[in-house]
């Protein structure tokens, strides 16, 4: 999700000493290895689809058995008062990275990661943009993933950080402007608020169960590529006329996108109508041969297929959806 500064520091801290307690429990055979296969990157699930040890962004989320042995993180996770979508706890060797991208995908066009360092050292070093931090252990934080970013782990200590993602309320970005308010005016970080760790105490967690539509509707569609337009023209190297015959391509497929859906909306029935379209469509576009870029340096053909193409069926969410209807 695109943000105003390329960090954010929450007014929040957290218990250390519980959770490396809490992180400590597991063993090694309950780490996933990254999906990505970069190396010294790994995962553990707390809340993931149907509360299993998969890597799925999309679809009803429940805590995992792992979250379940997690008291105080559970209780962290609740304070926000957010709807959380899939979260972990995130490992990185020392000596290791994590690799320069940008999050792409239709999740991070709509989600923020929040991060709070469990074990972590000054060595360890967070790149946004122009940016570099380094996340202390307790302290929460937010980074803006539609920019180049990385991390690299320079110490021979393993990195260990508790990360939460969520659309977020509108509550919560109220917090999020009033914190860059503040640090914009005093050129500081407002106080934090400490969130103790209470033994016993219950505490229910708001899960994401509609995070994905079986079907990506025409409006959406229509946001999702009227973003990357907006990118597209703006890029001041981009070739105008360029621009213009991608613009056209793109919004011939969200009028006939909006035809289908206007006949088959979220039916079975449609999918081999939209399945038709976006293959057409992506042909068309390879078969230019030129593109253009963004302001975050990607070029526009790779966002449009990651976040719009990936997202716009899915079969698992429409039978999601239909369970979750005769329920």
């Given at each position: 999700m695109k943000l105003a500064s390329e960090f954010v520091k929450l007014p929040l801290a957290f218990n250390v000493e519980r959770l490396i307690e809490e992180v400590s429990q597991f063993e090694e055979s309950a780490w996933q290895p990254h999906p990505g296969k970069h190396a010294g990157n790994s995962a553990l699930p707390l809340v993931s689809y149907g509360g299993q040890d998969n890597d799925d962004f999309s679809g009803q989320m429940a805590e995992t058995p792992h979250l379940q042995k997690c008291e105080y993180i559970r209780q962290i996770a609740a304070s926000f008062g957010e709807v959380m979508g899939r979260s972990r706890l995130?490992?990185?060797?020392?000596?290791?990275?994590?690799?320069?991208?940008?999050?792409?995908?239709y999740h991070w066009h709509r989600h923020v990661?929040?991060?709070?360092?469990?074990i972590t050292n000054d060595q360890v070093l967070f790149h946004c943009g122009t940016q570099t931090v380094n996340m202390k252990a307790g302290e929460c934080w937010l980074f803006d993933a539609w920019r180049n970013h990385k991390v690299v782990n320079h110490s021979d200590e393993t990195r260990i950080h508790l990360v939460l993602d969520t659309a977020g309320s509108?509550?919560?970005?109220?917090?999020?402007?009033?914190?860059?308010?503040?640090?914009?005016?005093?050129?500081?970080?407002?106080?934090?608020?400490?969130?103790?760790?209470?033994?016993g105490k219950p505490v229910s967690i708001l899960l994401e169960k509609y995070n994905l539509t079986p079907v990506l509707t025409p409006g959406e569609v229509d946001g999702l590529v009227d973003d990357i337009i907006i990118?597209?023209?703006?890029?001041?190297?981009?070739?105008?006329?360029?621009?213009?015959?991608?613009?056209?391509q793109m919004h011939r497929f969200c009028r006939d996108w909006r035809m289908i859906f206007s006949v088959y909306g979220y039916e079975e029935q449609g999918t081999p109508q939209y399945l038709a379209l976006?293959?057409?469509?992506?042909?068309?576009?390879?078969?230019m041969p030129f593109d253009v870029q963004l302001k975050n340096g990607q070029q526009s053909k790779t966002i449009l297929f990651a976040r719009v193409f990936t997202a716009a069926i899915s079969p698992v969410v429409r039978k999601d959806f239909a369970e979750a209807l005769n329920n």
């Open positions: 995130m490992r990185l060797t020392g000596g290791s990275e994590v690799p320069i991208h940008v999050d792409a995908i990661r929040i991060h709070i360092p469990v509108s509550r919560f970005w109220d917090i999020v402007d009033n914190t860059l308010s503040h640090y914009r005016e005093k050129g500081n970080h407002p106080p934090a608020q400490h969130l103790e760790y209470t033994p990118e597209m023209r703006e890029y001041p190297a981009n070739d105008a006329e360029q621009v213009e015959i991608l613009v056209k976006l293959k057409k469509t992506r042909e068309i576009l390879l078969n």
